[in-house]
């Protein structure tokens, strides 16, 4: 099976920044995409960025031109950089990664959310 874990989140004021990470492990053959989503009580899971293996992107409106999205495939790890954060990005926030396992089967793992929150 392929864990995901993720760390960084926490509290900041508004205008301050985070960076989340998520670390793959387990049989991994191959990594495909890689992405962030977050979501609110209640709410569905909406995508926040995602990145491809060969490094292409691409973002929600609500944060293009304040977060960034970027990888390291030999370590498995995904990486977002939160800058300008607003109260309104105050969600618990998940990584998503498919790919292949040393077994030839697919996976589409997600890790356990870590809480952003935003004080105005």
């Known amino acids: 099976q392929v864990r995901l874990v993720e760390s960084g989140g926490g509290l900041v004021q508004a205008g301050g920044s985070l960076r989340l990470s998520c670390a793959a492990s387990?049989?991994?053959?191959?990594?495909?995409?890689m992405a962030w989503y977050r979501q609110a009580p209640g709410d569905q899971r909406e995508l926040v960025a995602r990145?491809?293996?060969?490094?292409?992107?691409d973002y929600a409106d609500s944060v293009k031109g304040r977060f960034t999205i970027s990888r390291d495939n030999a370590k498995n790890t995904v990486y977002l950089q939160m800058n300008s954060l607003k109260p309104e990005d105050t969600f618990v926030y998940y990584c998503?990664?498919?790919?292949?396992?040393?077994?030839?089967?697919?996976?589409?793992?997600w890790g356990q959310g870590t809480q952003v929150t935003v004080s105005s």
């Open positions: 990145i491809t293996h060969g490094g292409s992107t």
């Open positions: 387990g049989s991994i053959y191959s990594m495909n995409d």
């Open positions: 998503n990664a498919e790919g292949w396992e040393t077994t030839g089967r697919n996976f589409h793992s």
